[in-house]
């Protein structure tokens, strides 16, 4: 199945107000083709989830600069002040949480799990609201799972049917969004037929994949 799309087609599913997943570290392997897309279109009050909010007016940090982000659930978000002066100014509720938590936590979502016990910020503003669980005399917090509408996933070479290969760090966090959004689309630098990629390279399968754009075209 032949899953390559226009991009208007691609984004014709995201709408305001949806909660959108988004992979990248720190700008690395972030879909910016999509995220300029987005813009484009309009889309507003969006929640995002991701490792961080990129850097001030790069990747994630377009949509913050654009005024399109109403929350974000994020490990760091340090290298874009953009994100300290909108929570100032009551225009941006952020959720941080530590980084393995995260991650668990969308890796949770997309394997159909309930949710995961970890250690990780008993004792701190992290538990608050939380239910804690003592196992063996030690106390955990129950971590629910992070899904969204949509995610948006960036890939070095992408095949007609959705495989994904990725370069070196851009891996990141797009492997287990690409898992846990109910619409994935893959922003390709390079798209191949099928067979092109050896399997041991594949780390997205098609099968979670809904539509491939290229990389750099905005139609």
Known sequence: MNKVK??????????????????????????KTLIEAIIGKGVKDLTVISNDCGHENEGIGRLLAEGRIKAMYASHVGLNPEVGRKMASGDLKVTLMPQGTLAERIRSAGSGLGGFL????????????????????KDYLLELPLKGDVALVKASIVDESGNCYYRGSTRNFNT???????????????????????PENVATPGILVDAIVKA???S
């Open 6 to 31: 226009s991009m208007e087609a691609a984004i014709d599913h995201i709408k305001d107000g949806m909660t959108i997943m988004i992979g990248g570290f720190m700008s690395n392997g972030a879909p």
């Open 118 to 137: 970890t250690p990780s910020g008993v004792g701190t503003i992290v538990a608050e609201g939380k239910q804690i669980i003592n196992l063996n005399g």
């Open 176 to 198: 287990l969004i690409a898992m846990a959004g109910d619409y994935v689309i893959v922003e390709a630098d390079e798209i191949v037929t099928v067979g092109s990629i050896q």
């Open 216 to 218: 750099g075209a905005l």
